[in-house]
């Protein structure tokens, strides 16, 4: 499974763009991108996956380069209610266990 | 039912119990997975059910735990003779696949 870097904390404020980064220099061929959203109290939730170029949901768009040694996570118009952390997860799509990192903690402020 | 179930949503336990923790997956989903997290921590990977069996365990920390899940939906985590050290959130979670995994709510574990 292939490692994946991210920053350990981001402030944002209500309104802006929220880019998250992700680093995984060893994907191998057939993995896929996938990132989670966790708030307090509650497990992870999926919010995006992809494999190459642009991927957009109503949640986030996920942007991967063609070298796809990382993948950034853009939050548009960030609320209060984005307050979370944020893992973003590497592998293929065949069953396996989900290896899950420190992740980003993202904190909006009014 | 509509998400993944699990119960009890706490557990408080003396030092060198026994504990069990349950969990009702998704109807129809094949994989289940179970996690635990620490504050501040990321969900660590315990175990990985695809149907029955257990289709990877390298996450159990020793044999004091065990997982079982007889009928390829409804999951019971064991743990024996509990240790202060066993207190987390425990999570599980189900999924039918591309790595998109569905995630209860979680079951807080506390040893005194």
């Known amino acids: 499974l292939a490692k994946t870097t991210q920053p350990i904390s981001m402030d944002s404020y209500e309104g802006q763009e929220v880019n998250i980064t992700c680093s995984h220099n060893?994907?191998?061929?057939?993995?896929?991108i996938t990132w989670y959203q966790q708030f307090p109290s509650q497990g992870p939730r999926f919010i995006i996956q992809g494999y190459k170029t642009k991927v957009t949901n109503e949640v986030a768009s996920l942007f991967i380069p063609a070298d796809r040694k990382s993948s950034t996570l853009s939050l548009p118009r960030v609320s209060l209610s984005d307050t979370a952390v944020y893992y973003c997860?590497?592998?293929?799509?065949?069953?396996?266990?989900?290896?899950f990192g420190t992740g980003t903690r993202l904190l909006v402020s009014p | 039912g509509a998400g993944v179930s699990q119960t009890p949503s706490n557990k408080v336990t003396e030092k060198g119990k026994y504990v069990e923790l349950r969990c009702d997956p998704i109807s129809g989903h094949t994989a289940l997975y179970w996690y635990r997290q620490s504050l501040g921590q990321g969900p660590e990977f315990l175990i990985y059910?695809?149907?029955?069996?257990?289709?990877?365990d390298s996450g159990l920390p020793n044999d004091r735990f065990f997982a079982v899940r007889p009928e390829g939906s409804v999951s019971t985590l064991k743990i024996q003779r509990t240790e202060r050290g066993d207190s987390a959130v425990y999570l599980c979670?189900?999924?039918?696949?591309?790595?998109?995994?569905?995630f209860g709510q979680g079951t807080r574990l506390t040893v005194v």
């Open positions: 979670a189900s999924s039918s696949g591309r790595m998109e995994a569905f």
């Open positions: 997860l590497v592998g293929d799509t065949g069953f396996q266990k989900l290896v």
């Open positions: 060893n994907i191998a061929t057939n993995d896929y």
């Open positions: 059910f695809q149907g029955t069996g257990a289709a990877d």
